[in-house]
T-cell receptor, first 116, second 114 residues
């Protein structure tokens, strides 16, 4: 069975601080994908990144960076110099096979509040 | 190229009524997935459909819920005799070849049951 754990339920930071959102996953698959999504107060899901299990290179996109470590089954997300617009719920997700079919399993989300 | 479309975006129903949620996949996509997000929770898989076929409905409640994806037209998620616990956001995603790593999400339908 697949599982995604986002232990941080809510985080508050002051604008311009750096913040890291943790994601730990469990899977028996050797090939899988990891994702991060942002859900702003408006409710839609905004795709941020997809990472293949064979690609452990860290990725940076502007103020966002991701650290994928297979050894610890973690896929952490860091926002540098946070801004108020970063306030949202962030979901980590894992794709893999469950019950014979490929599925995406979401974590419970981390609510980030950036205080001006 | 329009993205995944869902309508209505908001739906209010009284207990016992039926709710019909529609999902139009991206052009060229023949695979649709439905997810439910209960308040303060993450998304949970409900059902995976291909045109005219239900592939995997392991996440869908056995009673009152049904889904279809006809040859023509949108995919429909139908909830009969809604109860307050059905209040949630329902997201649809589509992919071109059934690979979940290439699925695109719609904006969701927020269902409120009074």
């Amino acid at each position: 069975a697949q599982k995604v754990t986002q232990a941080q339920t809510e985080i508050s930071v002051v604008e311009k601080e750096d913040v890291t959102l943790d994601c730990v996953y469990e899977t028996r698959d050797t090939t899988y994908y990891l994702f991060w999504y942002k859900q702003p107060p408006s409710g839609e899901l905004v795709f941020l990144i997809r990472r293949n299990s064979f690609d452990e290179q860290n990725e940076i996109s502007g103020r966002y960076s991701w650290n994928f470590q297979k050894s610890t089954s973690s896929f952490n997300f860091t926002i540098t110099a946070s801004q108020v617009v970063d306030s949202a719920v962030y979901f980590c997700a894992l794709s893999g096979y469950s019950g014979g079919y490929q599925k995406v399993t979401f974590g419970t989300g981390t609510k980030l509040q950036v205080i001006p | 190229n329009a993205g995944v479309m869902q309508n209505p975006r908001h739906l209010v129903r009284r207990r016992g009524q039926e709710a019909r949620l529609r999902c139009s996949p991206m052009k060229g996509h023949s695979h649709v997935y439905w997810y439910r997000q209960l308040p303060e929770e993450g998304l949970k898989f409900m059902v995976y459909l291909q045109k005219e076929n239900i592939i995997d409905e392991s996440g869908m409640p056995k009673e009152r819920f049904s889904a279809e994806f006809p040859k023509e037209g949108p995919s429909i998620l139908r909830i009969q005799q809604v109860v307050r616990g059905d209040s949630a956001a329902y997201f649809c995603a589509s992919s071109p070849r059934g690979q979940v790593e290439t699925q695109y999400f719609g904006p969701g339908t927020r269902l409120l049951v009074l």
